[in-house]
Each structure stands twice: as C-alpha cells, then as structure tokens.
C-alpha cells in the first residue's frame, strides 16, 4: 500500500527523470531534462531506451497516454500538444489562456491537469481537447496526480506528501492522508501506478 516501504529502481536514469507515466500498452514512460519523452517495457528494466534519440518526443515537460495510444503533452509553453502515436507528430491542442503544470488521463479517457494556481482542472476526453473548455473540480493543493485503474484518484500535495481520494469522478472530495512510509523522504515530484506481479503485501508493514 501507499504506507509501504520506498525501493530503489536501479536503471540508468542518473537523476534525469523529470516526470513519469504509464502507458496503455503497460509500459512506464517518463520525460527527462532535455524535455524528450523515453520509456522501458517494463518499470524494472535497467535502461531507459531512447535516451538522445528521441528528437520526435521533444519537447514536452510531462505527459500522459490515452488508451488507443495518443499521447497528450505538455509544450514548453506550458499548453497542451498531442501525437496519435510515440515519435509521431505533435498537433497543439490548447485553450484560450490554458496553462499546465501537470497532465494525467483516466480510464474513462477525460483529461485532468493541474492548473497555475495548484488546482485540478477537467476535460471530458483526450480527443476533442481543442473543441473544449477547461472545467474546474474544485480540487487543488497538489503539484503532480495519477488516477489508478480502480479509479483513485493519487496526488502530490504542495509539501511534496501523497494524498488520495476514492473516485476521481466524484469531485470535489476529502483528501486522505499524507501517506507516510518508513523511509519516506518527503521529496515526491511526480507519481503513476505500474501493475507489480512480485508485490506481496506481508513483506511491509502498515
């Protein structure tokens, strides 16, 4: 669970890693300092692949994928651009006046981000984002967020903690927590969930 023990991913990622996310096809993406996107097959591999390569990827400050593929990212100028698929060809897809900081996409395929003032705000899909207005939650006090696929809605809170709440199409809500673990830093910048087939819960303590 979220009061679990932190494990250490021992990759070649050298402190590059600026955000993460999980793609639709399992995969664990992420985007780095030079503002590409790369990924590995599965999140315990020990590389990252197309480190310096990926020049079709650049140049986003985060991103998300929805399920036919279609990968939503945030532009250096802190609005949204998409690409039906990895390296393939952005087409921006902002709103009048938008600014992001942070993106994820849910199950059901509507978009949230995290707005200038730390606050969620909502789309209803991932592909008809330039025909829509943003929608606030009403949500806020989080710098980065992830929904799990049971719907949970997980965010970074401004003092870098893990917060939830239980359905993220029931906004706004109370959030639960912080989440602290034993050996929690309290330094989270970014967050998503990956399937771990080797998890075993009666290893941690709660």
Do not use: H
Not at 134 to 149: E, M
């Amino acid at each position: 669970g979220l009061d679990a023990p932190w494990e250490t991913i021992n990759d070649n990622s050298n402190g590059q890693i600026v955000t993460v996310f999980t793609g639709s096809n399992g995969a664990l993406y992420a985007t780095n300092k030079n503002d590409e996107i790369i990924y590995k097959n599965n999140w315990s591999d020990s590389s990252w692949i197309g480190y310096g390569s990926n020049a079709g990827t650049c140049c986003v400050l985060g991103a998300a994928m929805g399920q036919d593929g279609t990968i939503v990212g945030i532009g250096t100028n802190n609005t949204l651009f998409s690409t039906p698929t990895f390296n393939g060809t952005w087409t921006q897809t902002a709103s009048a006046g938008e600014w992001c900081s942070y993106i994820t996409i849910a199950p059901d395929g509507s978009v949230f981000v995290v707005g200038s003032d730390n606050n969620i705000w909502k789309k209803n899909s991932y592909q008809t984002l330039s025909s829509e207005n943003w929608q606030s939650t009403g949500q806020g006090g989080v710098i980065a967020i992830t929904i799990a696929p049971d719907g949970t809605l997980i965010g970074v809170g401004t003092n870098q903690q893990i917060y939830t709440i239980a359905d993220y199409t029931n906004l706004p809500g109370e959030w639960t927590g912080p989440y602290n673990s034993e050996n929690y830093s309290g330094s989270l910048t970014s967050i998503t969930t990956v399937s771990n087939p080797n998890y075993n819960s009666s290893n941690y303590n709660t």
